[in-house]
């Protein structure tokens, strides 16, 4: 399994995508496929990430870091959740400016986490 740095740099990747997919599907609603398939990439990725915050070395030997990891992990985890529960890909030609408040505070929370992550993660 790579690094937890890695893993981190590479969600900020595919978070970024699913930004991608979710503005090009609100311009065009035949693109909801494409906002669906980042979402279930995102979900792969976060459920490795998660395992691999068990298993990072750094972690592994600083209890209370990891402590805070988890948490910080689960927070930004918990907003994508109801994010996506709340605007479903099928609800997306119905945005408005709810949906862009919640994906900005979405992607302000997954900004935090993965700037605190990779700061820590040096």
């Known amino acids: 399994m790579p690094a937890l740095r890695t893993l981190?740099?590479?969600l900020v990747d595919v978070q970024r995508a699913i930004g991608v997919?979710?503005?090009?599907?609100?311009?065009?609603?035949?693109?909801?496929?494409?906002l669906v398939a980042a979402r279930?990439?995102?979900?792969?990725?976060l459920l490795i990430v998660a395992q691999a915050i068990d298993e990072a070395p750094q972690?592994?030997?600083?209890?209370?870091?990891a402590r805070v990891f988890r948490e910080r992990f689960s927070a930004m985890r918990s907003?994508?959740?109801?994010?996506q529960a709340k605007?479903?890909?099928v609800l997306i030609d119905t945005v408005n400016d709810e949906?862009?408040?919640?994906?900005t505070a979405v992607r302000e929370s997954n900004r935090a986490f993965a700037t605190w992550a990779l700061d820590v993660l040096k």
């Open 99 to 103: 949906f862009h408040a919640s994906a």
């Open 87 to 89: 605007w479903p890909a």
């Open 59 to 65: 972690l592994r030997t600083d209890p209370a870091l």
């Open 21 to 34: 997919a979710a503005d090009a599907a609100c311009r065009n609603p035949a693109r909801k496929g494409d």
């Open 40 to 45: 279930r990439r995102l979900a792969n990725h």
């Open 79 to 83: 907003k994508v959740a109801s994010h």
């Open 8 to 10: 981190i740099e590479e």
